[in-house]
């Protein structure tokens, strides 16, 4: 027998990244706000630096209701499942996966919420990729740009600037769009490796510069400055130098008294009253099922969830699950495909055993709509990214460049004299959505609870490979000219379970293609709003994440301020 | 040659780095004449065997065995590594019956040549009788066996620190400084487990403190 709760204002499902964002704006309002969050609160002392738990044995997630409904990948309607990964990459708690991310926290560009329009005016409509249903975003940059200072603020965000109200400032990135003011501190120091690299790039007449990363470079509403100590990705901050929303918006939110946070709460469904609007949900915890009515639903969970829940929350008014009478729920799904890289071998120590990956040095001379496809045949690029970062089980794990077998004597010798002489890159590329790349229940796979888990059925098309061997082509020259004495390309692999997953619940003005309405509201369900990157339908050529946060600020704010019509 | 690492010496290096003075822990605590807790005696000699070629001592350092790899890797599979147990017991099995159909010998009593070979043989996945086949075993064990050389050795591996010292790695430092991070930094090497820290919880996932019913 389900015990049925008093009613609230809002419920937001899922307190990570997103909804951690959108309680501050919410609470400030003054509105009453239960926060149902699968996971539980973490602290300093449970952020050890211990490479074989944090990114080998996928602590803490690997324990968690995220790891109970991995999806399932497979690559197209025609293909067999993959093998299920093992480890959720994301996890659930207070702060979500923003207390272990590497934290890098990109504005989109201009070119990103107009794709559409943009590659029609430069090189015609007949270069949107065949088969891509890519919208133009229903706004433009300019819309955003409010938000995202807001959160670069409120969660303390290091950066240069490298266009503010349209003056470029070259120690920043040239080609971002225009920002109402500087970043709230300036960007994490360099290393004298990402320097090298830095030289090289403006040898090659690229201008490098420090990326922007939600990570203090200096001491910042009385947290500390970060440390550099090697241990930052998918590890929590042990001096809460990174700007998880569990240091920042939510303590904010929670000092308010307006937020209830309720851990350990697994929601199953979101229910519709008899008058077609969300209802509250139905959650689990420590095996007893509570009810939560309330006057307005945020669904933010991650994107893979975001659409399950959906569609587990099939009722007569939605017999195809919640908001999905379109047919567009799991729709335009996308990744990043950055499994297609580019390692490096130098004749000299670089010393990557500290720093973070967010402590590096960019490039975007070939990201985007910066450079001339007219002579391509592709549109979109990619951001190069190179970084001070390693630790020991994974330096040991690194590929010999065709120098040394695997194992043995002779890859001994290899290891020991190269372990600090080779680096990576992380390269991330633009993915269009295609009508072939989704998202749905599996027909079969099922969490403990008997709910089908997500199934992804997507793989790169001709744009995505095109794009990943160009800016691998980069990538190398870029290597060489700092000195690398061999490089060596990695594969695209496949479309499965990631970091960077967007859409499902894509926003748009038209309710025929699009979930969610331009403020982040079910187009079906008026009093029910989707946070994260699900609702994203481009996915640039950069981290999700700031974007996910700027977009949830926005439709809390739009929530506080239109509360009576759209609560009811 | 091994370097003997002794306690009073950790906590003098720590010392030394301004890392904070704790013990250290069960860092040293398995020593080799116990007895293995999850694999039987003979999986366990063929195990070391193996690690002892993945990654052999030499003239110039001590190897996977010397570093406690086989240790990690018994200790690991009666908790996180405990779905790979029975892909162990198999696979031991199945190398042990291939160096006898190959060499008329159990793994573990070949020379160094002929055990090169017959791993060769499960990475070239040319081996028979293995499933789901002998480069997935030989890929499971290699992954062990870098986890249990290189990783913190509050797991029972990277025993007197073998594996950082065979890479260079300077140890942990919770606060590193801007010419620490300089290429030709010489950072003087820190030798403590994670856990030595007494800031650090093991096995920590986190709390649950909210008061439901309301």
Redesign the interface.
């Known amino acids: 027998m389900a015990v049925r709760?008093?009613r609230t204002e809002v419920v937001v499902i899922g307190l990570g990244g997103a909804g951690g964002v959108a309680v501050e704006p919410l609470t400030a309002a003054g509105r009453s706000v239960i926060a149902l969050e699968a996971?539980?609160?973490?602290?300093?002392?449970?952020?050890?630096?211990?490479?074989?738990?944090n990114n080998?044995?996928g602590?803490?997630q690997a324990?968690q209701k995220a790891n109970r409904e991995i999806p399932v990948h497979r690559a197209s309607a025609q293909s067999p499942d993959d093998p299920r990964a093992a480890i959720h990459p994301m996890m659930n708690?207070v702060g979500g996966t923003t207390l272990h991310y590497w934290a890098q926290s990109w504005r989109l560009s201009p070119w990103d919420f107009r794709v559409v329009s943009e590659t029609k005016r430069r090189y015609g409509a007949k270069r949107v990729p065949a088969g891509s249903t890519v919208e133009d975003w229903p706004f433009g940059l300019e819309e955003l740009e409010p938000y995202y200072d807001k959160v670069e603020y409120a969660l303390g965000v290091s950066g240069q600037a490298g266009n503010v109200n349209g003056v470029i400032d070259p120690r920043g990135n040239i080609f971002e769009g225009p920002r109402a003011r500087s970043y709230p501190m300036p960007p994490l120091?360099g290393?004298?490796?990402t320097d090298?690299m830095g030289a090289a790039a403006r040898r090659l007449g690229w201008h490098p510069f420090p990326g922007p990363a939600a990570i203090n470079s200096q001491v910042y509403q009385n947290r500390s400055q970060c440390?550099?100590?090697?241990y930052c990705s998918r590890g929590g901050c042990?001096v809460s130098a990174k700007s998880s929303t569990a240091v920042s918006t939510i303590p904010r939110a929670e000092a308010s008294g307006k937020l209830?946070?309720?851990?350990?709460a697994h929601v199953t469904r979101i229910y519709v009253d008899d008058d077609g609007r969300a209802g509250g949900v139905h959650y689990v915890?420590?095996g007893e099922t509570y009810i939560q009515p309330a006057g307005v639903v945020l669904l933010a969970c991650y994107t893979y969830e975001n659409t399950r829940l959906l569609l587990l929350s099939d009722s007569a008014r939605f017999p195809h699950g919640l908001a999905n009478n379109h047919g567009q729920v799991g729709k335009h799904y996308m990744s990043h495909n950055q499994a297609a890289t580019v390692n490096a071998l130098f004749p000299?120590?670089?010393?990557r055993?500290?720093?973070l990956p967010a402590q590096g040095v960019g490039v975007d001379e070939w990201a985007d709509d910066n450079f001339d496809h007219n002579e391509l045949d592709f549109i979109g690029g990619g951001n190069l990214w190179v970084y001070?970062d390693q630790r020991?089980?994974a330096?040991?794990?690194m590929p010999t460049f065709g120098r040394a077998p695997?194992?043995?004597?002779e890859?001994?010798?290899f290891?020991?004299e190269n372990?600090?002489r080779w680096t990576t890159s992380y390269l991330q590329k633009t993915t269009l959505p295609y009508a072939e790349n989704y998202l749905d229940l599996h027909p079969s796979v099922k969490d403990p609870l008997g709910d089908r888990v997500c199934r992804v059925t997507a793989d790169h098309k001709d744009n995505e490979r095109r794009i990943a061997s160009f800016i691998q082509d980069k990538m190398e020259q870029w290597f060489r000219e700092a000195g690398a004495v061999a490089t060596m390309r990695g594969q695209i692999g496949t479309m499965g379970v990631t970091t960077h997953a967007y859409g499902g619940t894509r926003m748009g003005d038209d309710p025929a293609t699009n979930v969610v309405d331009r403020y982040g509201f079910a187009h079906e369900v008026p009093n029910l709003g989707v946070l994260g990157a699900s609702v994203m339908g481009t996915s640039g050529a950069r981290n999700p994440t700031l974007t996910a946060q700027a977009l949830a600020w926005r439709t809390a704010e739009h929530l506080a301020a239109n509360w009576s019509r759209i609560a009811g | 040659m091994t370097r003997e690492v002794s306690r009073r010496e950790v906590l003098k290096r720590a010392a030394l780095a301004g890392a904070i003075s704790a013990a250290p822990g069960q860092v040293f605590a398995q020593r080799a004449d116990e007895p293995y807790t999850n694999l039987s005696a003979a999986e366990a000699r063929t195990l070391e065997a193996i690690v002892a070629?993945?990654?052999?001592s030499?003239a110039?350092?001590p190897?996977a065995l010397e570093a406690g790899a086989a240790r990690y890797i018994d200790r690991a599979l009666g908790d996180?590594l405990a779905p790979s147990r029975s892909a162990y017991t198999a696979g031991l099995a199945a190398l042990d019956a291939h160096a006898r159909g190959a060499a008329g010998k159990p793994f573990a009593e070949l020379g160094a040549e002929r055990q090169?070979a017959l791993?060769r043989d499960l990475?070239q996945n040319v081996a028979k009788n293995f499933t789901p086949s002998a480069s997935a075993f030989f890929e499971l064990v290699?992954e062990h066996t870098?986890?249990g050389?290189?990783?913190?050795p509050?797991?029972g591996g990277n025993r007197d620190f073998i594996?950082?010292e065979?890479?260079?790695?300077?140890g942990?430092?919770?606060?590193?400084l801007?010419d620490?991070?300089?290429?030709?930094?010489k950072n003087p090497l820190v030798r403590l487990s994670?856990?030595d820290?007494p800031?650090?919880?093991?096995n920590?996932?986190?709390?649950?403190?909210?008061h439901?019913g309301?």
């Open positions: 709760l008093p996971g539980t609160r973490l602290a300093p002392k449970d952020f050890a630096p211990d490479e074989l738990r080998f044995r602590w803490p324990a708690g120091r290393t004298e490796f090298l440390m550099y100590h090697g042990h209830e946070i309720v851990t350990s915890k420590d000299h120590k670089l010393n055993w500290y720093g001070s020991p089980i330096a040991a794990s695997r194992w043995g004597a890859w001994k010798a290891v020991a372990a600090d | 070629r993945l990654i052999p030499d110039r350092s190897g996180a090169d791993l990475e290699l870098l986890e050389t290189f990783s913190d509050h797991y594996g950082w065979l890479l260079g790695y300077p942990l430092r919770l606060a590193v801007a620490e991070q300089r290429m030709d930094a994670a856990y820290l800031m650090f919880e093991k920590a996932d986190g709390h649950d403190d909210d439901h309301r």
